[in-house]
Antibody
Framework: EVQLVQSGGVVVQPGGSLRLSCAAS????????MHWVRQTPGKGLEWVSL????????HYADSVQGRFTISRDNSKNSLYLQMNSLRPEDTAFYYC????????????????WGQGAPVTVSS | DIQMTQSPSSLSASVGDRVTITCEAS??????LHWYQQKPGKAPKLLIY???NLETGVPSRFSGSGSGRDFTFTISSLQPEDIATYYC?????????FGGGTRVEIK
């Protein structure tokens, strides 16, 4: 059974940093592109970042470029999102998601999602 | 960026009704358009991928069609457990983008 289990939510001050984690099981982790997607009541679902199956390629939404870093450790079947210089507008529920197509950055679709983790950026 | 315009933003229908949601892309996304269902407090769930392919385990009352810029998602006979918000998403070009969602309620 495919499972993506995320680390818990947290409150962090503006300008602060946070690392999210996503532990994968039930599939060959290093065959698939992985993503972070966030959701806010006001802006809906927003794609944040992706990383290729081998970690060699990454892409980011303009809104997080230069502040967030996606990474993975295939030996630990884990995905990470390092979030720096956090802003109040980064407040959201963050999901990790797996693509349904092996070894393809594009195109694809999200066939499994983590349970999500709330991130609140507030003083 | 490819903008995804989903309509309606909400609808109310009776059990057994046919429900249709549309999604329009601002540019051609070929058939790389997917539909997700999200229930309150839960992560989105893939229902339809590549415009018209039913994900394994998803009831056959759900279907999708379209290509290029215009897509349709249909629930052939609305059931109480279908109460949720539905999203379209294009995965043809970065940044990946979602529609604004359609909240489906029972009348």
């Amino acid at each position: 059974e495919v499972q993506l289990v995320q680390s818990g939510g947290v409150v962090v001050q503006p300008g602060g940093s946070l690392r999210l984690s996503c532990a994968a099981s039930g599939f060959t982790f290093d065959d698939y592109v992985m993503h972070w997607v966030r959701q806010t009541p006001g802006k809906g679902l927003e794609w944040v970042s992706l990383i290729s199956w081998d970690g060699g390629r990454t892409h980011y939404a303009d809104s997080v470029q230069g502040r967030f870093t996606i990474s993975r450790d295939n030996s630990k079947n884990s995905l990470y999102l390092q979030m720096n210089s956090l802003r109040p507008e980064d407040t959201a529920f963050y999901y990790c998601a797996k693509t349904g197509v092996k070894w393809e950055l594009l195109p694809g679709y999200f066939d499994y999602w983590g349970q999500g983790a709330p991130v609140t950026v507030s003083s | 960026d490819i903008q995804m315009t989903q309509s309606p933003s909400s609808l109310s229908a009776s059990v057994g009704d046919r429900v249709t949601i549309t999604c329009e892309a601002s540019q051609d996304v070929r058939n790389f358009l997917h539909w997700y269902q999200q229930k309150p407090g839960k992560a989105p769930k893939l229902l339809i991928y590549d415009a018209s392919n039913l994900e394994t385990g998803v009831p056959s009352r759900f279907s999708g069609s379209g290509s290029g810029r215009d897509f349709t998602f249909t629930i052939s006979s609305l059931q109480p457990e279908d109460i949720a918000t539905y999203y379209c998403q294009q995965y043809e070009n970065l940044p990946l983008t979602f529609g604004g969602g359609t909240r489906v309620e029972i009348k």
